[in-house]
C-alpha cells in the first residue's frame, strides 16, 4: 500500500484559486492512477479528476474549465490546481491512489479542507 498526505487546503474567496498536493510514499508511484475526490456532510465521496501514470486524464462536469489535475512522477506527488473557486466547492477533498486504476484496492489520504466564502 501507498501512504498519502495532502496539503494546500485552506480559506479562500470565491473566484480566487488554490492548489492541493499529495505526496505518496511506501511504493512505486507510477503504477497508481491517482485521482482527488470529495465529500460533503451527508452526501456520497465524489471523483473531481484523476490522471494516469502516462498523463490521461478525467474531470467530473463541474469542474471542466476550473480545475487541472498534474502529477510529477519524480516527486511522488500529485496536484489539483483549483481556480475560479466557487463556494459549492467547500468540503472536504481526499486523495486517492489506485493501482492499475483498481479502486478495491486503493488507498486515501487523512483529506484535506477547502473552504470558499467572502
Known amino acids: 500500500q501507498v501512504q498519502l498526505v495532502e496539503s494546500g487546503g485552506g480559506l479562500v474567496q470565491p473566484g480566487g484559486s488554490l492548489r492541493l498536493s499529495c505526496a505518496a510514499a511506501?511504493?512505486?508511484?507510477?503504477?497508481?492512477?491517482m485521482g482527488w475526490y470529495r465529500q460533503a456532510p451527508g452526501k456520497q465521496r465524489e471523483l473531481v479528476a484523476a490522471i494516469t501514470s502516462d498523463g490521461y486524464t478525467h474531470y467530473a462536469d463541474y469542474v471542466k474549465g476550473r480545475f487541472t489535475i498534474s502529477r510529477d512522477n519524480a516527486k511522488n506527488t500529485v496536484y489539483l490546481q483549483m481556480n475560479s473557486l466557487k463556494p459549492e466547492d467547500t468540503t472536504v477533498y481526499y486523495c486517492n491512489a489506485a493501482p492499475g486504476g483498481r479502486l478495491q484496492e486503493s488507498s486515501w489520504g487523512q483529506g484535506t479542507q477547502v473552504t470558499v466564502s467572502s
Open positions: 511506501g511504493s512505486i508511484f507510477s503504477i497508481y492512477v
